[in-house]
């Protein structure tokens, strides 16, 4: 489930499991630029620590 909202007049994008998710993941341009830039790196550290 995606919400997309803001803080302090940013745009933030909230990852969450479900609706009900105690513990959703936000962030905001800045950290999505970041995360785009070193998706293989991520993808690779989540085949290596399943």
């Given at each position: ?29 800045t ?17 290596e620590?399943?």
């Amino acid at each position: 489930m995606i919400e997309k909202t803001e803080f302090k007049g940013n745009p933030i994008i909230v990852l969450k499991r479900d609706e009900n998710d105690k513990f959703p993941f936000s962030f905001g341009l800045t950290k999505a630029k970041l995360i785009l830039e070193n998706l293989e790196e991520i993808k690779k550290f989540v085949e290596e620590n399943k």
